[in-house]
């Protein structure tokens, strides 16, 4: 079985007045499925999105722009498989 990349998933590109026909329909697709739109246009092509994926986005560039933060959060990753948290480091604490 060969394995899916995300190009798979790339929405096939609209033109500027279809998009502007259907602007209220594609807007209620794109939040509800998570799923952008590619405008086609001669000044290049550009992407509708919801705002929540946009601020995501952006925060999760934010985390990896730092090599530190970085490789915080896959070392985080990797305990996680491993089945060990970054709280089992520290003795439990007894609040009896």
């Known amino acids: 079985m060969m394995m899916r990349d995300w190009r798979d998933d790339y929405p096939k590109a609209i ?3 279809e998009m502007l026909k259907r602007f209220e329909n594609l807007s209620a697709r794109v ?7 590619v405008v086609e246009s001669n000044a290049g092509d ?3 999105m ?3 994926e946009y601020r995501s986005i952006m925060e999760t560039m934010h985390v990896f ?3 530190a933060n970085g490789q915080s959060v896959n ?3 990797e305990q996680a498989r491993r089945g060990r ?4 480091r520290y ?5 009896s």
Do not use: E, I, Q, T
């Open 50 to 52: 919801s705002a929540a």
């Open 46 to 48: 550009v992407v509708l």
């Open 91 to 95: 003795p439990k604490r007894d609040d």
């Open 15 to 17: 033109r500027p007045n």
């Open 31 to 37: 939040v509800n499925d998570c799923k952008p739109v």
């Open 85 to 88: 948290s970054s709280g089992d």
């Open 65 to 67: 722009s730092s090599p």
């Open 75 to 77: 070392d985080g990753l």
